[in-house]
């Protein structure tokens, strides 16, 4: 079992800046890709961000939903076991409950759906305000 814990949203102004961390513990070496997910007021929930691992610690592969490229940047911690969200000139639309997920399963053809991963946590709410 992997429990995922997300921190750091909250009410900022268009333009702004965020950083969500996401603290994992449990089964975290099991840990094939982490990834970053969001749901706006009705809409279904989408794909942000992913890191997939390769080898044993090191996390190699970045990618990105076509809105969030050049804004928002997914890093990682290993000594934290945490995985962080830099979300940066933070527009309207990015209101939304910002979840992050991880996925044991290795060669699954898509690391963006949100069907690819295991374990998820609980979301923290990022609010963008003119």
């Known amino acids: 079992q992997v429990q995922l814990v997300e921190s750091g949203g909250g009410l900022v102004q268009t333009g702004g800046s965020l950083r969500l961390s996401c603290a994992a513990s449990g089964r975290t070496p099991n840990n094939f890709a982490m990834g970053w997910f969001r749901q706006g007021p009705g809409k279904e929930r989408g794909f942000i961000a992913s890191?997939?691992?390769?080898?044993?610690?090191?996390?190699?592969?970045?990618s990105y939903a076509d809105s969030v490229k050049g804004r928002f940047t997914i890093s990682r911690d290993n000594a934290k076991n945490t995985v962080y969200l830099q979300m940066n000139s933070l527009k309207l639309e990015d209101t939304a409950v910002y979840y992050c997920a991880a996925g044991i399963r290795e060669g699954l053809s898509t690391y963006s759906s949100d069907r690819s991963y295991d374990y998820w946590g609980q979301g923290t709410q990022v609010t963008v305000s003119s």
């Open positions: 890191m997939l691992r390769n080898g044993d610690t090191t996390y190699y592969l970045n």
